[in-house]
């Protein structure tokens, strides 16, 4: 039986930077793969662009505008591409392309970590599909992997390195002597890292994208305020020295684990041994590691940003969307992989109640008893000392004292951190970091 022949489906691009830029290059030089995949065409029919001297350069050859509305507006367009980044206009583009009963693709993953429960829920009554394979690590195709591959499993918990800019900072730190500030000074003159890095370095960015990966992971509502958030801006050469030293390695992690009383959900440095896998993912590269009942630990691995990388997660739900335009919506993969009236809202944990491994640096006087009246006062808290690393000359004034702690919950020690950081022979903020095994069989 033949195939009937459907007309081509018309996306309007709002935003023609790097990823919209990247689009347009894959969507033109993998046009007759698509179309075969597909059964019809995709095309650009408009595009919202800020420049013409973009036009040129991309030698875009469809009708265009400076006013994204226009393309929202426009009745020809079937799917609206949003990759202008930022808040607003965005969330109002997206819910005016909802309400017009158009598709939407996104890579805005700021966007859907604070108001994705208000854009999934206009999607699912107006019975269009927002998908968001681009806004978590790049060209890594995770949200279809949880959503789909593994929905057979329940999730225990994930883990990933899902921020390139700082990713490079560390390995930067670790493979070339840098210190943090002239990593980060190389990822800036690379590209890797913005003028202004903080939502890289401060961990929002990583944050964002944890908070969605939770939401189909374990199916519960986008919630990033609850998120615990801690960056790399505070860490020293000397830290990822001691790490190695100690048989790991640092990396920003982004950690969601199901608990029986709820949901952890934290972003913060870790350390990890060395031999583990995410040890090894190095420079600007992501990975995330998902635990589940049924597989097991299965790894994803890939470029987490960059043009193309992108892009390819951008055409992949292109080609979703295209193939589920004649779907009845209720047969559709919900947007955060469970019937949206089948969510949980399952608490999310306090860092006070997580429980994990730690390492310490400690500055004080050299003088004798100084660790005794440390690890007294772990002792009393419950806290007992797994290994010690002190390598300093014995004539230094000052020297740091660096520990290994066994598990313990975190409210436990933010209550000896107290008062160890009031000790008179402390002379400098306790550095404090959380230590993962991560199912170390992987």
Known sequence: ?????????????????????????????????????????????????????????????????????????????????????????????????????????????????????AIFAAAQEQGVVVAFEAAVAGGIPIIKAIREGLAGNRIQWLAGIINGTSNYILTQMRTAGRDFSSALAEAQRLGYAEADPGLDIDGGDAAHKLTLLASIAFGIPVDFAHCYVEGIRHLERVDVVYAEDLGYRIKLLGIAKRRPDGVELRVHPTLIPERHLLGSVEGAFNAVLVDGDAVGQTLYYGRGAGAEPTASAIVADLVDVARTLTADPSNRVPHLAFQPDCMNALPLLPMAAVESAYYLRIHAHNRPGVLAQVATVLAEHGISIEA??????????????????????????????????????????????????LGEAV
């Open 388 to 437: 010690l690393v002190q390598k300093e000359a014995a004539a230094a004034a000052d020297v740091p004292i660096v520990l290994l702690l066994h598990r313990c919950r975190e409210g436990d020690l933010d209550a000896a951190l107290a008062r160890i950081q009031a000790l008179p022979v402390v002379t400098r903020p306790v550095l404090r970091l959380r230590v993962e095994g």
């Open 1 to 117: 039986m033949s195939r009937p022949i459907m007309g081509p489906v018309r996306v309007g691009i709002l935003g023609m930077g790097t990823v919209g830029g990247g689009t347009v290059q894959v969507l033109r030089r993998n046009a007759e793969e698509i179309a075969r995949r597909v059964g019809r065409e995709i095309v650009i029919a408009q595009a919202a662009v800020r420049s013409p001297a973009r036009l040129r350069e991309l030698d875009l050859h469809c009708p265009v505008t400076s006013d994204p509305f226009a393309v929202v507006r426009n009745p020809e367009i079937d799917v609206v591409v949003e990759v202008m980044g930022g808040i607003e206009p965005a969330r109002s583009l997206i819910l005016e392309a909802i309400a017009a009963g158009k598709h939407v693709i996104t890579a805005n993953k700021a966007l859907l970590a604070e108001h994705g429960n």
